[in-house]
Nanobody, 123 residues
Framework: QVQLVESGGGLVQAGGSLRLSCTASGLSSGTLGWFRQFPGKGREFVAAIRWRSSSTAYAASVKDRFTISSDNAKNTVSLQMNNLRPEDTAVYYC??????????????????WGQGTQVTVDS
């Protein structure tokens, strides 16, 4: 079981930036991902990174604006969000998928979840 704690959410104007961080305790391999949930909607994939290889994947809606990175020595994963839009307003979750092999992008493939952090973008 992986313990996940997110931080870094807040209020920002459109075009601004935020950096989300997640501490992941108890993982040694697999995929770390960021998901977001809009009001009344299910969680959707944002970005993911393989813990060992550092291979990454992004949703089309955030590609070239968001960057995921990891610091294995500190057991952290970060999401740098640039050029934020009001449509990015959501609760953002850090999650861990323990299944080996390819990078994971589906909600059902993730085993452990953080509590979420609110990101609000004003127009």
């Amino acid at each position: 079981q992986v313990q996940l704690v997110e931080s870094g959410g807040g209020l920002v104007q459109a075009g601004g930036s935020l950096r989300l961080s997640c501490t992941a305790s108890g993982l040694s391999s697999g995929t770390l991902g960021w998901f977001r949930q809009f009001p009344g909607k299910g969680r959707e994939f944002v970005a993911a990174i393989r813990w060992r290889s550092s291979s990454t994947a992004y949703a089309a809606s955030v590609k070239d604006r968001f960057t995921i990175s990891s610091d294995n020595a500190k057991n952290t994963v970060s999401l740098q969000m640039n050029n934020l839009r009001p449509e990015d307003t959501a609760v953002y979750y850090c999650a861990a998928a323990r299944r080996p092999g390819v990078i994971r992008v589906a909600v059902a493939e993730y085993d452990d979840w953080g509590q979420g952090t609110q990101v609000t973008v004003d127009s």
